[in-house]
C-alpha cells in the first residue's frame, strides 16, 4: 500500500469519528431550543457560501462575469415558481 491509499484510509477513519463523536456526545439528549434553531440554519449557510465561492470567484481573486448573470437569472426563475428544469 503506497502513501497515498494510508492517506486517504486515516482521513476516512478520521472523518467518520469525528462524525460518530457527535453522537456519542449529544446521545439521546434533547439539545436546548437555542442551538437547535442555529443548527438548522447551518446547511442554508454552507450551500449560500460553496455558490457564492463558486459563482463570484475566480482562482484566487473574486471575478463577476457571466456566472453572476446565470445565478441572476436562477433566482429570478426560482423566484417565479418556474419548474426546477428551468431553473438548472
Do not use: H
Not at 503506497?2 to 434533547?30: C, D, E, P, T
Amino acid at each position: 500500500m503506497n502513501m497515498s491509499w494510508a492517506l486517504v484510509i486515516w482521513l476516512s477513519i478520521g472523518a467518520y469519528a469525528f462524525k460518530m463523536l457527535g453522537f456519542v456526545v449529544v446521545g439521546g439528549r434533547k439539545l436546548p431550543v437555542a442551538i437547535s434553531r442555529c443548527l438548522v440554519l447551518i446547511p442554508a449557510a454552507l450551500l449560500a457560501a460553496l455558490v457564492f465561492n463558486g459563482t463570484f470567484t475566480n482562482g484566487q481573486e473574486i471575478a463577476i462575469d457571466e456566472r453572476a448573470i446565470g445565478l441572476g437569472v436562477a433566482i429570478v426563475a426560482a423566484w417565479r415558481k418556474l419548474p426546477l428544469i428551468v431553473v438548472v
